[in-house]
């Protein structure tokens, strides 16, 4: 069974930081695409991190570009993303997600359709 299971999200102060957690069973992450998205009631989802399943290319949105990074450790299944000086408009629900590394590029949205259930990241001013 597939799954992408997040965890590490939590409530923080402005200016604070928090590193999430993407574990994934039911599938070997080596050949997926990852990426992170988030989520605001009301809004549409965005990508915010995006990582190439080679390792060997990243995406930022402009609105974390600089403070978020994002990585994989195929050995764990597990890709991450380290929120540096978060700010209360990063306050959303944040899930990751898999592709196939053939088809749309790793900082396209499309084709991302699978996501985890999401972990909530409260940054309070």
């Known amino acids: 069974q597939v799954q992408l299971v997040e965890s590490g999200g939590g409530s923080v102060q402005a200016g604070g930081s928090l590193k999430l957690s993407c574990t994934a069973s039911?599938?070997?992450?080596?050949?997926?695409?990852m990426a992170w998205f988030r989520q605001v009631p009301g809004m549409e989802r965005e990508v915010v991190a995006a990582?190439?399943?080679?390792?060997?290319?990243?995406y930022y949105s402009d609105s974390v570009k600089g403070r978020f990074a994002i990585s994989k450790d195929n050995a764990k299944s597990t890709a991450y993303l380290q929120m540096n000086s978060l700010k209360p408009e990063d306050t959303a629900v944040y899930s990751c997600s898999m592709k196939w590394r053939v088809g749309t590029e790793y900082d396209s949205p499309s084709g991302y359709s699978f996501w985890g259930q999401g972990t909530q990241v409260t940054v309070s001013s």
């Open positions: 990582i190439k399943w080679s390792g060997l290319g990243t």
């Open positions: 039911g599938f070997i992450i080596n050949h997926y695409n």
